[in-house]
């Protein structure tokens, strides 16, 4: 397994539990990590997490989804851009961010446990859709592999702090500070074939709402 220390700017690892759990929760996107053919290969692919288990899903027919249901060993980066460190100096200049990497391997999950995963995944994506939709047919679901990967292994890494400068920088004329970075929705697109009466519903209206989307830490930068 591979080692969860962090070996780079080591003082920015965090060891809360809490916090990794509030960056998965208000994250959409992981990055998996796995060897196909002999080549390191990187994946995009959605997630939420379900207590202690993160969960991944895709078709039965994707050979990387299947290569991990067979346990191949993974890796999985979450991370969240919080901020632009603008700095006095190209050097210095940095990024505000929150990011974690998982280790281990996944198991699929069959029965009652994929269909309260699988309902898991619709609500990370947008809260409150699973009761304005139907329910996937037994042939969606037979045609749908969904991956457990446990939360025991895991490093996390914070970025929230002011330019570090130097004094000759400090003293010259060029500004420096933090720029915050927060996700924005966008108005909602009807899909050309919308039937017309049918409005925008509840879920979508809170997701595009100026809170419905989950935002960074409004704490001012660390000193």
Do not use: N
């Not at 998965?24 to 290969?41: E, K, M, N, Q």
């Not at 009761?131 to 749908?144: D, F, L, N, W, Y």
């Not at 420096?176 to 919308?194: H, I, M, Q, R, Y």
């Amino acid at each position: 397994m591979p080692t969860t220390r962090v070996t780079r700017l080591a003082g920015k690892q965090r060891h809360d539990r809490d916090a990794l759990d509030r960056l998965l929760d208000s994250s959409r996107i992981c990055h998996v990590a796995v060897d196909v053919d002999g080549f390191p290969t990187v994946f995009p692919t959605a997630f939420a997490r379900d207590g202690d288990v993160l969960l991944i899903h895709g078709s039965t027919g994707s050979p990387w989804m299947r290569r991990l249901a067979r346990g191949a060993p993974i890796s999985v980066a979450v991370t969240a851009l919080d901020g632009i460190v603008v700095a006095r100096s190209a050097f210095e200049s940095s990024l505000h961010y929150r990011s974690a990497m998982l280790f281990g391997a996944a198991s699929p999950l069959t029965g009652d446990v994929q269909a309260r995963a699988l309902d898991l995944l619709t609500e990370a994506l947008v809260p409150g859709r699973l009761s304005e939709v139907r329910r996937p047919t037994s042939r969606e679901t037979a045609a749908t592999l969904v991956l457990g990967l446990p939360i025991e292994h895991w490093s996390l890494k914070v970025s929230d702090g002011w330019p570090e400068d130097d004094p000759d920088d400090v003293a010259g004329p060029a500004w420096a500070g933090v720029v915050p970075l927060t996700e924005a929705a966008g108005s909602p697109l009807p899909a050309p074939d919308l039937r017309r009466g049918v409005v925008v519903p509840s879920s979508v209206s809170r997701l595009t709402s100026p809170d419905g989307i989950a935002q960074p830490s409004s704490r001012q930068p660390s000193k």
